[in-house]
């Protein structure tokens, strides 16, 4: 029986993770991997205190090496299933595993959002990827599409410009929502294009991707784009599929969880949540942190005090 | 004979390569971005264009599919 598991191994769940060795805590870590969201950062991370720049993996590293210090078992694994018995929780894994705990804390951040174009699903890994970072290595020379022109497209453009021919980014609205600054940045970088009214409809391709249609919005006109990738950078959504009984926790509009901002608690006593995850509207690596850390700290005197 | 297809950039492909480690497999690492008949070899092999992806004695695991990797390497964790 561990005192508390933490469901997700991004920046919110690794640092609850070692603030919850340092109160003493019998912890677990179950997570698809380390990292999150910051996994998938396309550029340098510029606003973590005490690194002016710092990339996404350097950073992970850190955080899972600070956090493999301590007395932790970490399981990579999916979680299938979080329930509530008498005792406190049971989690379930894909793997097939059951682990119980006085208390849960939900760290599972977001999953990208897909566009529902058709090919998209049947074209993941064979061309569609929703991390440019791990994949876009694989394009050298080659042309490919960013779908979702905010700051995530535009950052990923950024990134496979080191590797590919040709960029074209689409968005659906008629004006791109990213950054000025990230607008800049894209703006010099050569064989990029900016197709606005963009609507992804179709990705098609035999075993890999070869082409794209989309509906041109301004003219209602169908178009197509000969490519081999096609990113997908819509945003995310809360990845909160595990949780099959919705009365754990409450859930606002977007299906984040909603907590009292003050301790990370859920209205279930003894269950957490933390990051992405949770309805703040502030997405950042550094909130995330100190989610982990109210809530951790927030679990050793509510275990002190059951 | 173990192989991983992997990118420099990819923190998942790190976080396979890591469990590999820790439950002593030895597996030739290689880049499938810096090499172009390694990465025709990984998309022939695999039918992919996505990192990381393990071959193991022939056999092809696409992603970090912990339970086939398992079963593949007669990896038996603790529960």
Same mark, same amino acid.
């Given at each position: ?306 | ?23 002593? =497999?030895?597996? +030739?690492? /290689?880049?499938?971005?810096?090499? &172009?008949?390694?990465? !025709?070899?990984?998309?022939? @092999?695999?039918? %992919? ?6 071959? =193991?004695?022939? +056999?092809? /695991?696409?992603?970090?599919?912990? &339970?086939?990797?398992? !079963?593949?390497?007669?990896? @038996?964790?603790? %529960?």
């Amino acid at each position: 029986m561990y005192d508390l598991i933490i469901i997700g191994g991004g920046p919110a769940g690794m640092t609850a993770g070692i603030y919850a060795c340092r109160q003493g805590l019998k912890t677990l870590i179950i997570t698809k991997g380390f990292g999150g969201q910051m996994a998938q950062k396309s550029v340098e991370i510029e606003n973590y205190p005490g690194f002016e720049k710092i990339s996404g993996f350097d950073l992970i590293s850190r955080f899972e090496n600070h956090l493999r210090r301590h007395e932790v078992d970490i399981e990579i694994d999916s979680v299938i299933e979080l329930k509530k018995n008498n005792n406190g929780f049971l989690v379930l894994t894909k793997s097939n595993k059951e682990f119980k705990s006085k208390t849960a804390v939900i760290a599972s951040g977001g999953d990208p959002k897909s566009t529902g174009a058709s090919g998209e699903k049947e074209f993941v890994g064979r061309g569609v990827s929703y991390c440019p970072v791990c994949d876009g290595p694989l394009f050298s020379n080659k042309d490919v599409a960013v779908v979702g022109g905010g700051d995530a497209g535009f950052e990923s453009a950024l990134f496979l410009s080191n590797y590919v021919r040709k960029i074209y980014i689409l968005e659906y609205d008629s004006k791109i929502k990213a950054s000025p600054a990230n607008q800049a940045l894209v703006k010099n970088i050569k064989n990029t294009e900016i197709i606005t009214n963009a609507s992804l409809k179709e990705i098609k391709g035999k075993v890999l991707v070869e082409s794209i249609v989309y509906n041109d919005l301004k003219h209602n006109k169908e178009k197509s784009l000969d490519v081999s990738g096609v990113f997908i950078e819509i945003g995310y959504e809360p990845a909160t599929s595990f949780i099959l009984d919705p009365s754990l926790a409450d859930f606002n509009k977007k299906k984040e969880i909603k907590v009292n901002l003050d301790n990370m608690r859920t209205k279930t006593p003894g269950l957490y949540a933390i990051g992405d995850v949770v309805s703040g509207k502030c997405k950042q690596i550094v909130v995330a942190a100190a989610d982990g850390a109210r809530a951790a700290l927030d679990i050793s005197h509510y275990l002190k005090n059951e | 004979m173990v192989k991983v297809y992997s990118t420099p950039t990819c923190v998942y492909c790190a976080t396979l390569k890591q469990y590999l480690k820790e439950h002593d =497999i030895a597996f +030739e690492d /290689v880049d499938a971005s810096k090499d &172009e008949a390694v990465f !025709e070899e990984m998309v022939r @092999k695999s039918g %992919q264009m996505s990192v990381p992806v393990i071959e =193991i004695n022939g +056999e092809i /695991v696409v992603g970090f599919d912990k &339970e086939k990797i398992n !079963e593949l390497l007669n990896i @038996k964790e603790q %529960q």
